[in-house]
């Protein structure tokens, strides 16, 4: 799905009697994320462990973001999401495998290198804007990274093979946020799903948040769960699990 259709699927939403934001407000924020991997990546004919195979486990990374909202009517509001996830790791191979070209053997000690940085794009209205605000619309992830293994040592000590993920995957976009009573407490959902051919996304957070939404500062403590089920994307095929923690604040302008 393209940028234009986007907009028109967001528009006809809007033709449905959506509400949009009655002031013009921008926010922006940052997010540490602390997290665990689990599951395994393919590139070849072996399902490869990324903690048994490629010693993956825990690793933190940053979250920042910008959202512009407006008064003009039909016209969606605009998120920019960038989420840096990148690390590496050190492990012992627990089984032989192909990646990519290269073969490991059980025993070898191996690295992963990974980056699974992505932009979101979400394009979105307000369904409810009171103690309750309900926002619906689409998003698009847009990934530029890649993957690499290498052999450390071992039969093939050296051996390295990285396969490239670029692409961008279509997703339906929600948030709901709930404004505790006699408190600046707030607590919210926020997802996104979707799915290009094969490939299937989810990207979920729940959370608990200090200072309003018309407040200037805000805190925020959630737990974060992204799940990538990749069939052949670039080369790479995965079904790795990503979740945990994170902590951020946020500014209103």
């Known amino acids: 799905m393209n940028k234009l259709q986007l907009i028109t699927a967001a528009s006809l939403l809007a033709i449905s009697g959506m509400a949009t934001a009655d002031v013009l407000g921008v926010y922006a924020g940052v997010q540490r994320w602390d997290y665990d991997v689990d599951g395994n990546i ?16 825990s690793d933190d990374n940053i979250t920042k ?5 407006h008064p003009v009517p039909f016209l969606p509001n605009v998120a920019i999401y960038q989420n840096d996830l990148r690390g590496v790791s050190n492990g012992i191979a627990g089984q032989s495998f192909d990646f990519n070209g290269i073969s490991v053997i059980a025993n070898d000690a191996t690295q992963l290198i990974y980056n699974l940085d992505h932009d979101e794009y979400i394009l979105y209205y307000e369904i409810l804007d009171n103690w309750v605000n309900l926002d619906l619309g689409f998003s698009a992830k847009k990934f530029d990274g890649g993957v690499t293994v290498e052999t450390r040592l071992g039969t093939n000590n050296g051996a390295s093979s990285t396969v490239d993920i670029s692409g961008t995957v279509p997703m339906v976009y929600g948030k709901a946020h709930f404004e505790l009573p006699l408190s600046e407490l707030s607590a919210g959902a926020q997802i996104s799903l979707g799915q290009f051919q094969d490939d299937k996304l989810s990207d979920t957070k729940i959370y608990l948040a200090y200072g309003g939404e018309d407040t200037s500062f805000g805190l925020e403590l959630g737990y974060r769960i992204f799940e990538l089920e990749f069939d052949d994307f670039d080369a790479l095929s995965s079904d790795l699990t990503i979740d945990g923690f994170y902590a951020g604040f946020r500014f209103h302008f």
């Open 42 to 57: 393919n590139s070849g004919t072996s399902n490869i462990d990324v903690n048994n195979d490629l010693g993956l486990g």
């Open 65 to 69: 973001y910008v959202t512009f909202e």
